[in-house]
């Protein structure tokens, strides 16, 4: 009820990915579920559970808001990080909450352990340190204030962790790049151990570098992309397509969105379909409205070029795609009805429409494509 379309979540696929991922990173390696962007698309209140069960107990989030979601499905017995924004009047609410929190700049620490001190509660930081991302972090040059000032209020924070992150270890043209951030990330360490100030945990890696850079692991794993069954990139699969020797692909989409047929209708030749001439009927043809658009996470720029799949035929779009509908050519399929499941992303008997195809077709990276799948859109987690 109130919906026109929904998408499955397969409990079996994360578990293959997880099983997949986990004997990459081995068991003493700390798995953090990174389910910032409401998990990829997946929604939280799915992933969470599902992680739990999957034995994971750290998850990694952007914010405080994206916290605060985790935080009402999350078991108690889990720990949570922030690794990005989060207000000065959030860190209160996440010292009191035991939330583990990136630092990266003089200001937020100050703040956090001046809050630290008056709620008579550790700050759980991990200082971020920048090594050539050049986003947030503290940079080397400056270290020699930050652990003056790290000795002398050591009562006031757990040194959670030590950490960086890459940029575009996806790529292998940033070969040199992320080689270069390894070793200065290295460095960083060991400035930290000269000076007697030991982190419980380094952390760095992401999935690709997970997945490409094995020094990168250490004691955690950021994992977001590849848990959700997807490569970071093309290039990722192939390097480990190389090294896994096994033909078939190890992470497996857990994602299917699905609506319905609503309506069925025949067009005269000679007339356009939906708004203004971009599609014309040049035979007699039959058509079926999909209330799927996009304003519901189906990309615009699929007008006259998306695929969906119907009694287990591929049909295309035609015309262009309207805020709350598309359209699509059905004349070649006999017997097509209102009611007719839709597959937008997944398997309809022997075809299948997966992600990356969906992303070439509307240039969007598949973060992207996840990332905009609407939250109002009801998930249900499928065996
Ligand atoms: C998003 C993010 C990750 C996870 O990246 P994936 O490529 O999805 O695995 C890890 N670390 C940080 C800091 C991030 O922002």
Redesign the pocket.
Known sequence: MFNASFIEISRKAYRNNIRYLKRIIGKDVIFSS?V?GNA?GHGVENIVPLAEEAGINHF?V?SAKEANDVLKVMSPASQLMI??FLDDSEIEWAIQNDIEF?VFDAGRLEKALETAKMTRKKARIHIEVETGFNRTGFVYENLDELVKYLKREREHYIFQGL?T?YAGA?SLSNYLRIKNQITLFRKFSRYFGRHDLHPVLYHT????AALIYPGTIMNMV??????YGFW?SPETHMFRFRKDTRDTNPLRRMLSWKSKVMVVKNVEAGSFVGYGSSYLANKKMKIAIIPVGYANGFSRALSNTGRVLIRGRRVPVIGTVTMNTMTVNVTDIPGVERGDEVVIIGKQKRLSISISSFCEMSEQLN?QLLTRLPADIPRFIVA
């Open positions: 990174v910032k990829y990694s952007f690794m990005g990136f950490c992150h996806e890696a992401c999935s690709a950021r994992f977001g992309i590849a848990q970071p973060y």
